[in-house]
């Protein structure tokens, strides 16, 4: 990873899956503009946002508990972010994520983790693997459906993760924005 290069946030590595020039005029030009979407996400997000107290970032969670908006970091990985929920099943430990809007549809029409979703459960297992604390399964909760979605967390979507964090890392210190997204709906938001 270039040295030169802050942590990648995780909700940008988000952005690069779902847009790279999305990402590219958040992250490195940083362009924001607050719209009725991000509000609305923000309050979902206000059940999970008061952070769990933990003396020195001690991230031991005992049976059936659960911690909030944990903050995590990776020099390693070059990546940092804030988990909504870690909850300890009794069965392991599970991630939970929380959106606004809705899940995707498979081609059997069962609801579905979006990619840029599932990816940044996997990027968050990641962090917190480095910190010892092993993740056996993972969820989002979608509010529009009021239904939470699994995230199977495969070998296949960390080394995706991985890869696409690479990727955003070399579009960040390449000073060059990608070109808008063509025959896709979401170029006209950009």
């Not at 779902?18 to 490195?28: G, H, I, N």
């Not at 959106?99 to 609801?111: E, S, T, V």
């Not at 917190?128 to 495969?154: D, Q, S």
Request: charged share 30%; net charge negative; hydrophobic share 40%.
């Amino acid at each position: 990873m270039n040295q030169e290069l802050p942590l990648m946030p995780v909700r940008r590595l988000h952005n690069y899956f779902y847009c790279p020039r999305l990402f590219y005029l958040q992250w490195v030009e940083d362009l924001f503009v607050e719209n009725a979407d991000t509000t609305s996400g923000s309050a979902i997000h206000k059940r999970v946002d008061d952070p769990s107290h933990l003396r020195d970032q001690d991230l031991e969670i005992t049976e059936r508990a659960s911690l909030r908006s944990v903050a995590v970091h990776s020099e390693k990985l070059g990546l940092t972010g804030v988990v909504d929920l870690i909850e300890d099943t009794g069965n392991g430990r599970m991630l939970l994520d929380y959106k606004r809007g809705a899940p995707r549809r498979d081609d059997d029409g069962n609801l579905a983790a979006k990619e840029n979703d599932a990816a940044q459960l996997a990027s968050y297992a990641l962090l917190l693997r480095e910190e010892g604390i092993e993740i056996t399964r993972a969820a989002i909760y979608y509010a529009a459906e009021k239904k939470r979605v699994a995230v199977p967390l495969t070998e296949a979507l960390f080394e995706k993760t991985r890869a696409s964090l690479r990727e955003a890392q070399a579009v960040a210190t390449s000073g060059v924005c990608p070109p808008p997204l063509r025959n896709d709906p979401r170029w006209l938001l950009i």
